[in-house]
């Protein structure tokens, strides 16, 4: 959705007003870099071309911004309170126990449009140092979440780390997977290998 505000200026001649113009909000360009950081890449993340994608000139753009990189800045900003800041908070907030929690979790951060996005950001990171920086501390932040919610009902380290590594490993590597899975589709399939891990244990 694009949230507009609009303004009306007085004219010089006459004082009187011309029509009001539809300004295009700041969030809206954040919202329109990470589609087209998902789509093509950072490459794909052009002034111009967003411009042209929301109907406005690019004048508006330098209202919030003071270029490209604090577009991308900015993208990455709402990437990790979207995909991490907000989901655990959600997920602490909504409560329930540590296997809620991680399906809870894993259900907010790789939904469809957010999972797109994450898997844009990793590609870019491959070529970007400090992207790939920002990209391990969430990650890292992903793992902490993950261990300290097993750990809650598996008491053995190590197993404890298997298991966080599988789940998130599950969680971003399903895009990569193409393999057939006779009986299940895909989706099916995928949260079985979930629901494996999240058995207590034995």
């Known amino acids: 959705m694009i949230y507009t505000v609009t303004y009306r200026i007085s004219a010089i001649?006459?004082?009187?007003?011309?029509?009001?113009?539809?300004?295009?909000?700041?969030?809206?360009?954040?919202?329109?870099?990470?589609?087209?950081?998902?789509?093509?890449?950072?490459?794909?993340?052009?002034?111009?071309?967003?411009?042209?994608?929301?109907?406005?000139?690019?004048?508006?753009?330098?209202?919030?911004?003071?270029?490209?990189?604090?577009?991308?800045?900015?993208?990455?900003?709402e990437w990790e309170r979207r995909c991490t800041t907000a989901v655990i908070a959600q997920t602490e907030a909504?409560?329930?126990?540590?296997?809620?929690?991680?399906?809870?979790?894993?259900?907010?951060?790789?939904?469809?449009?957010?999972?797109?996005?994450?898997?844009?950001?990793r590609a870019w990171a491959r070529h970007d140092e400090s992207v790939a920086a920002r990209l391990r501390r969430i990650d890292n932040e992903?793992?902490?979440?993950?261990?300290?919610?097993?750990?809650?009902?598996v008491s053995d380290p190590d197993e404890i780390e298997a298991r966080s590594t599988l789940t998130f490993a599950l969680a971003i590597g399903r895009h990569f997977i193409v393999a057939d899975h006779p009986g299940y589709s895909k989706r099916e399939a995928v949260q079985l290998a979930g629901e494996y891990l999240l058995r207590p244990p034995r």
């Open 13 to 77: 001649n006459g004082g009187g007003q011309i029509p009001a113009v539809p300004r295009t909000t700041r969030a809206r360009w954040v919202e329109a870099g990470l589609e087209a950081l998902a789509r093509g890449g950072p490459e794909a993340v052009r002034v111009e071309t967003l411009a042209a994608e929301l109907g406005v000139t690019k004048g508006g753009f330098y209202g919030y911004f003071d270029g490209r990189p604090a577009l991308l800045t900015a993208m990455l900003d």
């Open 142 to 153: 992903r793992m902490d979440f993950l261990r300290t919610m097993f750990g809650a009902f």
């Open 94 to 121: 909504e409560g329930g126990d540590a296997a809620e929690r991680i399906r809870r979790a894993g259900q907010l951060t790789f939904a469809e449009d957010l999972h797109r996005i994450d898997i844009a950001v």
